[in-house]
């Protein structure tokens, strides 16, 4: 075997290794999946509770299904923009909810149909200042990304492209809850729509990491594979070079 031979197998091992490897992580990866959709099942199954017993539950409190009582803050709502529906370009309102004791919980009102996905009719979708809403519990965004941050401009001081609470805190002059209420009553709306779209429940699906990991073992039986039968020819070739009486020359 010469060294070309040796250093195309050691890549094709090599290959075959990577390959298994990043195939076992889309499967670790499916297991998580499969971890968090168990643990979101489970707390959108929980009954129903008080907002402020579900926040005292900590990080277990996101998914959770809750109720709050409270006055909207129209005057300091925000528009999450860049917001997408089947496809449509729009914007998510989120609008504070006074609660009894002065603070807030930020509220996912939904989704409305924006052009631009940034500029909206904030009036159009008012739904009365008193209002007793019901929904899930979401957490806010990761602070991680600086680059993707928040984003507001001239003409629309109030709009975010990300809800960082961080940032989105200092825009209101009392304190708001850790994490955002995504309101869902009156989500199986009929007929006009008087207010808007309800954000839907969380994705309970197990993704593509299944496909993939079956993706990354092919791969790797490719390279294994295609590896033996290189080998088995230049073997074959070898023989038929080698083959022959030793010492004769053709037609003596």
Do not use: K
Request: hydrophobic share 40%; with cysteine.
């Amino acid at each position: 075997m010469n060294r070309r031979t040796i250093a195309f197998v050691v890549f094709a091992i090599a290959l075959a290794a990577g390959c298994v490897r990043l195939g076992i992580w889309q499967l670790s990866r499916l297991d998580e999946r499969r971890a968090r959709n168990a643990a979101i099942s489970a707390r959108l199954a929980e009954p129903r509770a008080p907002l402020s017993a579900a926040l005292a539950d900590g990080a277990g409190a996101r998914y959770r299904q809750v109720q709050a009582a409270g006055r909207f803050d129209y005057e300091r709502e925000i528009v999450h923009t860049s917001r997408t529906r089947r496809g449509a370009p729009g914007v998510q309102i989120v609008t504070p909810l006074i609660l009894e004791g002065g603070s807030a919980v930020l509220v996912n009102r939904g989704w409305v149909y924006s052009p631009n996905g940034m500029t909206v009719d904030l009036q159009r979708w008012r739904e009365g200042d008193s209002a007793d809403v019901t929904g899930y519990l979401e957490a806010f965004a990761e602070p991680a990304d600086a680059g993707a941050g928040n984003v507001s401009t001239p003409s629309l001081p109030r709009g975010v492209r990300r809800l960082q609470r961080d940032s989105v805190a200092a825009l209101f002059p009392y304190s708001v809850a850790p994490f955002v209420l995504v309101r869902r009553d009156g989500a199986d709306q009929t007929g006009e729509v008087q207010h808007p779209f309800r954000v839907d429940l969380p994705a309970l699906d197990e993704g593509a990491h299944r496909g993939y990991a079956l993706q990354w073992f092919a791969f790797a039986f490719i390279a294994v594979a295609g590896t033996g039968a290189v080998l088995l020819r230049g073997q074959g070739g070898g023989d038929r070079r080698g083959g022959g009486p030793r010492g004769r020359r053709p037609g003596a």
